[in-house]
């Protein structure tokens, strides 16, 4: 990607070094490549301008799997007839649960503090990061250099530009966190799974939630009949869904706050108390100096990297949302893995990243969970695939649960047990998926998951009951016929 051939050239290299790594951003991708970095006795220094932990601590998955998990009880409250309960009520107190999130936060705080990692051996630095030249970064005026730098700086929720934002009150994935008074009408907008996961939580807290989206559908990188089965639940928890809508401008009169927006033709009003904005992320790459070291970047603003995950200079890397092209806490912690081992081991041996089982979830209820590929993403590439498809609602412990619904859907290679991809729509799903990650990253095909002893009752065998499905497809006829043929001789 990258022709290294007389890229350092106008730069003067120092004769010693301060540090063999620095790394630029304390979220999961700079913890975890700074963690490897002192466990192999490296000199590193981690430097971070705001809080550890990143996003997935303060804004992102940490408190939104707290709120999640609230959203969940109090769901649970309103269903206590299902499981033989009478006369069960609670009343969310919203400033409760949103200080409940924050009591989350501290707790897992100290997994990421500068405490923990300075104990295992990480400088940790405060301040503001500037690339000065491949080898050096200036922190806040103080000067540090280093063999190597990775470059792990996140991103940010992207906020569009449309007429009237700057009047309305609205919120991000950052900021939604500050709401302590629960708004009476709050408007979503995006369809992706930070959007539908924020959705579903707040309408289940008691919110009057209308989520919007451009597309025909929610999650629309997952499969339709995935989609349906989100947006039938939406529904059914109260959610106010718009779809195929085109946001055009916000306006406010006095206390009125309201959404113009383009529907089949058709202008529409919706009225607000607040807005989240769930429109996609932004690599943190302003302020990073990169410019001045002609650094690129990609159309989506991330910055370029190669296979090695090193940009045009083959000392400095990046890795996780500034990178991508996942933007995960445990995609970016794969990354780190391969950036820090490259950085500090590479003259002996260079890894390539490997993204060829990358599995993720969308904490929904139910959850969306995949690794691999769908039915739709096969098709686009031409990839030939058999389709098994199993019913969770045919599974003893989900019935036992109230959580009989969803499916497992596994893509396999005709002819072939070997896995392609498989989506899991349904109670825990995230835990499910886990089987089909490790057979797949250990090329183990259906076969050996239907060999496999799973506990009755749990949700896990509905993974055997999948392979089952897939077997009883694939049973071999000519033998069947011979064996029927054998019991038959045998009874005379």
């Given amino acids: 990607m990258f022709n290294y051939s007389g890229v350092y050239k106008g730069f003067r290299k120092p004769l010693k070094f301060d540090n063999n790594l620095t790394v630029i951003g304390a979220g999961s991708a700079g913890l975890v490549s700074s963690y490897i970095a002192a466990a192999v006795k490296a000199k590193v220094t981690l430097i971070e301008k705001h809080r550890m932990g990143g996003d997935c601590l303060n804004t992102g998955c940490v408190p939104s799997k707290a709120l999640i998990r609230s959203a969940r009880m109090a769901h649970y409250m309103k269903r206590a007839n299902e499981f033989g309960l009478e006369n069960v009520q609670a009343d969310v107190n919203f400033n409760a649960v949103m200080e409940r999130v924050q009591s989350v936060i501290r707790q897992v705080e100290p997994h990421d503090s500068v405490e923990r990692y300075t104990d295992l051996g ?38 569009p530009s449309l007429p009237g934002v700057d009047q309305i009150t609205h919120y991000t994935s950052d900021t939604v966190w500050e709401i302590r008074e629960k708004p009476q009408k709050l408007l979503v907008i995006g369809g992706g799974p930070i959007g539908c996961e924020l959705t579903q939580a707040f309408t289940r807290l008691g919110v009057n939630v209308t989520q919007l989206d451009h597309g025909p559908r929610l999650l629309h990188r997952e499969d339709p009949d995935v989609s349906v089965e989100v947006m039938s639940q939406f529904r059914e928890d109260g959610v106010n869904l718009r779809l195929n809508h085109e946001t055009r401008s916000f306006h ?24 989240l904005f769930a429109t996609g992320r932004k690599a943190n790459t302003a302020s990073l100096g990169l410019e001045a070291l002609g650094i690129e970047t990609t159309e989506r603003g991330t910055i370029a990297v190669n296979e090695y995950l090193q940009t045009r200079f083959p000392n400095i890397y990046a890795c996780g949302d500034v990178a991508g092209p996942y933007q995960f806490t445990h995609a970016a912690a794969h990354q780190a893995w391969y950036a820090s081992v490259n950085a500090l081991f590479g003259r002996f041996k260079k890894f390539k990243v490997d993204y060829s089982v990358m599995p993720w979830c969308t904490f929904t209820d139910p959850e969306v969970a995949r690794v691999g590929l769908n039915e739709t993403e096969a098709r686009e590439q031409g990839v030939p695939f058999e389709v098994t498809r199993y019913g969770i609602d045919d599974l003893d412990r989900a019935i036992a649960d109230e959580e009989d619904r969803g499916f497992i859907k596994v893509l396999t290679k005709p002819g072939s047990d070997k896995i392609l991809g498989c989506t899991i729509v349904g109670y825990h799903a995230g835990e499910l998926i886990t089987e089909y990650i490790t057979a797949m990253k250990h090329n183990m095909g259906m076969n050996k998951i239907l060999g496999t002893i799973h506990i009755y009752p749990t949700l896990s065998e509905a993974n055997k009951y999948a392979a089952g499905e897939w077997k009883r497809a694939h049973a071999p006829e000519g033998l069947l016929n011979w064996v029927k043929k054998y019991h038959d001789w045998m009874r005379c």
């Fill in 122 to 159: 990480v400088s940790c630095v405060t301040g503001t990061a500037r690339l000065t030249s491949p080898w050096e970064i200036e922190v806040d005026g103080r000067p540090i250099s280093s063999r190597n730098i990775i470059i792990a700086s996140g991103g940010r929720p992207f906020v």
């Fill in 252 to 275: 406010r009169e006095g206390n009125r706050q309201w959404l113009l927006a383009e529907h089949e033709g058709q202008t529409v009003e919706i009225d607000f108390d607040a807005v």
